[in-house]
Structures are given as structure tokens and as C-alpha cells.
């Protein structure tokens, strides 16, 4: 669960209170996950980010973006661990 | 999922090596920590083509390897409760406690459900109120500001039914715990990239030059670690010892400043205990007082767990870089991915998994075995 894995966010959601988490649509290679955007305050919409456990750590650029997704595509389980079993390849 | 073609770059990569050669006039021994690395190391041979005498020790940088027996099996206690639903992340539940694990716990009709972010557990909470939601808060730097959130965000909320139990590491006292050991033998390291995201370098800082280390935050991609290598060699070569960025790309000196002060808030330094290496002052983080209302640990008062390590694994001396996966004598026959004996042949970032992924095998030891 600790390698985190880059995305490009689609969406941002509406906060119904203030005080709930800024939770927003992230991209990974087609599949899609709902994420906490609340530690990257200034990634928007297109730009990309690395994802831990449902939380965008730290933003990237695109071009990074798809050569660490390439190297995790060579670890086995990886997305299944790290974006549920429905990510299973 | 291979939408993309595997980045690399040959050209760039022999580069590197070549400069690597020609750097290197000694022996010189650098661990990479992270458990993402070594997999990178293995699966793509790089240890194997460095300049001779150019050692990578592999180190204790797995969540799932390194949280301690005791959890695990109070994991197992909660976990098999009926009122309680289990939440944690997929790759905790093949771990084995001291009798069983995780995923026989569900197949005796314990409610365990995998979730991919603790946000989830929360979810789970608020909707079965009737029901304890209590999700397994492990792993290091870069999980614990997601894990602070959840019970920051489940305390906000007023949701009383939501409790973690917590067996958070930190990188950095471990580094210094190694380099304590009599037997250390590292000479520098690779930190791992996505945790300096979190938590930036500056730790790493008074470290490198207490005990005149190199260490050098690195990605894991194979070109990372061969320029992440390069860099802590030419440190070695040179006789620095600083904090270098080679991840510039992701990780800046401070981190991730909001993430950080979520678990400063949620969370308090204490000892931990690594499995396979024992106690650590310093290197773990339980719940602040503010929220120890949520500790599942006291809410369902496991204590009282006796724990029974497997006597033939050497997950210990594999953690602390002192022996090799292939010098276990279960390694690849009574301990395999599908039938580990310990942690670091469960999780896709042991360097046991990383080595049997890798069709690694133990060097013959005998002429009968040479044939």
C-alpha cells in the first residue's frame, strides 16, 4: 500500500459543508477512483498526481507521470493492492 | 493496465553504469530502503550489474513486512469479533500472525472487508451505526497522513462506532537504529522517494552528517536507481556525506507541509516495535490523547495477545540487510508467495516476494547440488 501511483484528476467534486474532505475523480490508466485532494491544494483539474491510499500526496507532471506508471506496471498485484481487486489485470 | 510501454532508456541507462565504473575505485555498500526499489532492483537485475564490490543491501522500507507479531495477532482478535467489520488494506490479510491470518478470519465468518483508503472505513461506519468499523491504520510516512485524516475526519463527524488500530513506522529512527547495530555494514542509502513526499529531507539532514552517510531521496523507477547509486558512490568516492535529491521531480526539502500537520495533530511519537528487528525509540506513531477514543487497541482491550513467531523464518535478519532471502533454508520451498512463513514473502514489497518474482535461486552449496 505504500508506492502510490500517479493520476490525472477528471473531476472535482461539490462540498456539501466546508468541512468535509475535497474529494475528486482521479484517472489511472482508464480506472477511476474517488480521491482526497485536501494535501494538494493547488492541483486542478488535468494536472496530475501521486495517490497513496485515496490521497494525492504530491503533484507531478505528465511526462513523470507515465514513466513511474510504467515501472509499476512491472510489479505484480500492484494495482490490485493499490486501487482495489476490481483493478486486477 | 499496459496502456503504457515500459519506460526505458538503454542508452541513458548504460551511460549511468559506465559512469558507475569509472566512479568507483572500492568496495562500497548502500542499502535502498524502500521495498517499491529493491522489487525494481531484482525484477530488473541492476544489483547484478553494478561495478564488483558494489553491494545494495536491501532494507526493512515494507509496511506489511515490518508491522510487529503482537498487531498482527490483535488484528486477528478484533477482526474475529461479531460485531466488529474489519476494514484495512488488501495487502495486510495474507500476513500470518501467530495462528492464521486475516483471510481465515473471513472464512470463518468474520466480516473483513479490504478498502483502498481509510475514507472508506469511514463510509462503512456511518453506514452500519449498529456495527464497530475498526480499519488497520499501518505503514509508514506517506500512509499516515491519509490514516490521520480518517480519524480526524470520523472525530469531526461525531461518528462513534469508527476505531483504528495503529502501527505506524518512521523512516528515519530506523535509519539511525541500523546504523547503531554492531553489524551495520552501510555505508549510504537510497531513501525512498514517495516518503520524503511526505515528510521531505530535512530529518534525513542531521543523520547524513552525524554518522557522515550519504543519503540520497530516489525514485524507483531503474533509471532513479542506477543515477540514485551513482550519486550516493560518488558521495562515498568523494568522502561526503549530504542529503541529495534525485527525485527532484516529486519531492521537495520540506514535504508535504498539510499532510504533516495532520499527523502531527492526530498522532504522537512513540516507540515501536519492527518485526523481525525488535524496539525502536521513536520510530512509530500512536494516537494523540485528543483522539484516543478511537484506539481500538484499548476499545477492545486485546491485550493479553500471546504471540509465536515461525522458528524458521529469518524475516529479521532478511529486514536488517544481514542475510539474503536465498540464504533462508524455506526460501522458495516450504515458504513461497502462495505459502509464506513470513511477512516479507507476503507483500508485493518484500524483498523475499521481490526475489521469488524474480526466479532468484540459492547459489549451490555443495558438489551433489552443482551436479
Redesign the interface.
Known amino acids: 500500500?505504500?508506492?502510490?501511483i500517479p493520476g490525472r484528476i477528471v473531476a472535482i467534486d461539490d462540498r456539501a459543508d466546508p468541512?468535509d474532505?475535497v474529494l475528486g475523480t482521479v484517472d489511472f490508466?482508464?480506472?477511476r477512483?474517488?480521491?482526497?485532494l485536501?494535501?494538494?491544494?493547488a492541483a486542478g483539474i488535468g494536472d496530475y498526481v501521486?495517490v497513496?491510499?485515496?490521497?494525492a500526496?504530491?503533484q507531478?507532471?505528465e511526462a513523470?507521470a507515465?514513466?513511474?506508471?510504467?515501472?509499476l506496471?512491472?510489479?505484480?498485484?500492484?494495482?490490485?493492492?493499490?486501487?482495489?481487486?476490481e483493478?486486477a489485470? | 493496465?499496459?496502456?503504457?510501454?515500459?519506460?526505458r532508456d538503454p542508452a541513458l541507462a548504460v551511460k549511468l553504469l559506465a559512469e558507475l565504473h569509472a566512479t568507483a575505485t572500492r568496495p562500497w555498500a548502500v542499502m535502498e530502503v524502500?521495498?517499491?526499489q529493491t522489487?525494481?532492483l531484482v525484477?530488473q537485475g541492476i544489483d547484478e550489474l553494478l561495478p564488483a564490490g558494489i553491494r545494495m543491501i536491501h532494507g526493512p522500507?515494507?509496511?506489511?513486512c515490518v508491522t510487529p507479531l503482537e498487531v498482527i495477532d490483535k488484528a486477528l482478535a478484533i477482526a474475529a469479533r461479531p460485531e466488529v467489520i474489519f476494514t484495512s488494506?488488501?495487502?495486510?490479510l495474507r500476513v500470518p500472525g501467530s495462528a492464521g491470518d486475516l483471510l481465515g478470519v473471513r472464512a470463518r465468518g468474520g466480516d473483513v472487508r479490504?478498502v483502498?483508503?481509510?475514507?472508506?472505513a469511514v463510509r462503512i461506519a456511518r453506514q452500519h451505526p449498529d456495527r464497530e468499523v475498526v480499519f488497520f491504520a499501518?505503514?509508514?510516512e506517506?500512509?499516515a497522513?491519509?490514516?490521520a485524516?480518517a480519524v480526524r475526519?470520523a472525530a469531526?463527524a461525531g461518528i462513534g462506532n469508527f476505531s483504528v488500530l495503529v502501527s505506524h513506522v518512521l523512516v528515519p529512527p530506523a535509519i539511525t537504529a541500523l546504523l547503531d547495530a554492531p553489524d551495520n555494514q552501510v555505508q549510504g542509502f537510497l531513501a525512498a522517494g514517495?516518503v520524503c513526499?511526505?515528510m521531505g529531507w530535512t530529518e534525513y539532514e542531521p543523520i547524513a552528517a552525524r554518522y557522515r552517510v550519504p543519503i540520497v531521496v530516489t525514485?524507483?523507477?531503474?533509471l532513479d536507481l542506477l543515477e540514485g547509486i551513482l550519486m550516493a558512490v560518488r558521495q562515498l568516492e568523494q568522502g561526503r556525506s549530504e542529503v541529495e535529491n534525485q527525485y527532484a521531480?516529486?519531492?521537495r526539502r520540506t514535504g508535504?507541509t498539510?499532510?504533516q500537520e495532520v499527523v502531527r495533530r492526530v498522532f504522537r511519537v512513540t516507540e515501536r516495535n519492527w518485526r523481525g528487528i525488535g524496539p525502536i525509540p521513536t520510530s512509530g506513531l500512536a494516537l494523540a490523547a485528543e483522539f484516543s477514543a478511537y484506539d481500538a487497541d484499548t476499545r477492545f482491550a486485546t491485550t493479553g495477545v500471546r504471540t509465536e513467531e515461525n522458528p524458521d523464518c529469518i524475516a529479521g535478519a532478511i529486514l536488517r540487510g544481514t542475510k539474503l532471502p536465498t540464504d533462508c533454508a524455506a526460501y522458495g520451498t516450504r515458504c513461497t508467495p502462495r505459502t509464506p512463513l513470513g511477512a516479507p514473502m507476503v507483500s508485493?514489497?518484500g524483498t523475499c516476494a521481490a526475489f521469488h518474482?524474480s526466479g532468484r535461486r540459492p547459489a549451490p552449496s555443495t558438489v551433489e547440488e552443482i551436479g
Open positions: 500500500m505504500c508506492l502510490g468541512a474532505p490508466a482508464g480506472l477512483r474517488s480521491v482526497c485536501d494535501f494538494t491544494p501521486i497513496h491510499v485515496g490521497f500526496i504530491s507531478i507532471d513523470e507515465a514513466k513511474t506508471l510504467a515501472v506496471d512491472a510489479i505484480p498485484d500492484v494495482w490490485e493492492t493499490e486501487l482495489g481487486p483493478a489485470t | 493496465m499496459k496502456y503504457l510501454d515500459e519506460y524502500c521495498g517499491g522489487h525494481t525484477r522500507g515494507c509496511p506489511v488494506y488488501g495487502d495486510m479490504v483502498y483508503t481509510p475514507l472508506d499501518v505503514g509508514f506517506t500512509t497522513p491519509a490514516n485524516m475526519y469531526d514517495h513526499a511526505v525514485g524507483f523507477e531503474p521531480r516529486a519531492v508535504n498539510a499532510a508485493a514489497e518474482n
